[in-house]
């Protein structure tokens, strides 16, 4: 593999394992939802998730070249092989933090794929047209719930506010650039995630405003997803989430 290739095939680990990560923290929801309708919702916008994830990492195992598909890649990695974002791995805890969370990353990531509608890469670009309109709708929800319960009863909103400064922390890494992302955007491939940040601050502090909600103070930040440093949350849902093809490699359905 080329230098080229192996930064394409870094990139698009980081695109995937988010997708893959988040999808699996929501299915964690299954059974477990305030309601029935939300249930349902919840378990379409992770399936959204998985869609996009076996697509990107479908492509990654092919620019890898080593013979690794989807599952190999998602099954079969250890915690400091996986590239997603800390805050997408963070622990569901209560209806509100979940909400939070997903707002977060929606915003970015909705960000993040109208701008690889660009991409050079035409497999990218074409995974980015598919996927707009699903993360359009995530976005839609997960905004609805935060405006809901930040203007809800006294108790919604302190929760929302709690969930939104437990995890602020986790943004700043969303936007930073390194060696994988600037060589990305000098090839036309991917995004300057910096330039995004003015559009993602804008984005959050209308529906903060319009839920009332009291945008946190940046006062810590966490990062170290992209060289395989993650939070002790990451082993506990891998170990769940491989199980069954680590233990059973050869199972067909």
Same mark, same amino acid.
């Given at each position: 593999?080329?230098?080229?290739?192996?930064?394409?095939?870094?990139?698009?680990?980081?695109? %995937? $394992?988010?997708?893959?990560?988040?999808?699996q923290? +929501?299915?964690?929801? &299954?059974?477990? @939802?305030?309601v029935? =309708?939300e249930?349902?919702?919840?378990?379409?916008?992770?399936l959204?998730?998985?869609?996009?994830?076996?697509?990107?990492?479908?492509?990654?195992?092919?620019?890898?070249?080593?013979?690794?598909?989807?599952?190999k890649?998602?099954?079969?990695?250890?915690a400091?092989?996986?590239?997603n974002l800390?805050?997408?791995?963070?622990?569901n %805890? $209560?209806?509100?933090?979940?909400m939070?969370?997903? +707002?977060?990353?929606? &915003?970015?990531? @909705?960000?993040?794929? =109208?701008?690889?509608?660009?991409?050079?890469?035409?497999?990218?670009?074409?995974?980015a047209?598919?996927?707009?309109?699903?993360?359009?709708?995530?976005?839609?929800?997960?905004?609805?719930?935060?405006?809901?319960?930040?203007?809800g009863?006294?108790?919604?909103?302190?929760?929302?506010?709690?969930?939104l400064?437990?995890?602020?922390g986790?943004?700043?890494?969303?936007?930073?650039?390194?060696?994988?992302e600037?060589a990305?955007?000098?090839?036309?491939?991917g995004v300057?995630?910096?330039?995004?940040?003015?559009?993602?601050?804008?984005?959050?502090?209308?529906?903060?405003?319009?839920?009332?909600?009291?945008?946190?103070?940046?006062?810590?930040?966490?990062r170290?997803?992209?060289?395989g440093?993650?939070?002790?949350?990451?082993?506990?849902?891998?170990?769940?989430?491989?199980?069954?093809?680590?233990?059973?490699?050869?199972?067909?359905?």
């Amino acid at each position: 593999m080329t230098q080229d290739q192996d930064y394409l095939f870094q990139y698009l680990l980081r695109l %995937g $394992d988010n997708c893959v990560i988040l999808s699996q923290r +929501l299915a964690e929801w &299954c059974g477990r @939802s305030p309601v029935l =309708e939300e249930e349902l919702a919840l378990m379409n916008v992770g399936l959204d998730l998985l869609g996009q994830a076996r697509l990107i990492l479908d492509y990654a195992g092919k620019v890898e070249g080593k013979g690794r598909d989807e599952d190999k890649l998602a099954f079969f990695r250890d915690a400091q092989e996986w590239r997603n974002l800390l805050l997408v791995e963070q622990p569901n %805890g $209560d209806f509100a933090k979940t909400m939070a969370r997903q +707002l977060m990353f929606d &915003c970015f990531q @909705s960000l993040q794929f =109208e701008a690889l509608l660009e991409s050079s890469d035409k497999t990218l670009a074409e995974i980015a047209a598919k996927s707009v309109k699903e993360i359009a709708y995530h976005k839609r929800h997960s905004a609805d719930w935060v405006i809901r319960l930040g203007d809800g009863t006294e108790e919604s909103h302190q929760r929302m506010q709690d969930a939104l400064e437990s995890l602020w922390g986790y943004v700043p890494e969303m936007f930073d650039m390194d060696e994988v992302e600037e060589a990305m955007v000098a090839a036309g491939v991917g995004v300057d995630l910096s330039s995004l940040k003015p559009k993602w601050d804008a984005m959050m502090n209308d529906i903060l405003a319009e839920a009332t909600l009291k945008r946190p103070e940046d006062t810590w930040a966490v990062r170290g997803s992209r060289v395989g440093k993650h939070s002790e949350h990451l082993g506990y849902l891998l170990a769940e989430m491989q199980f069954l093809p680590r233990a059973y490699p050869d199972a067909n359905w």
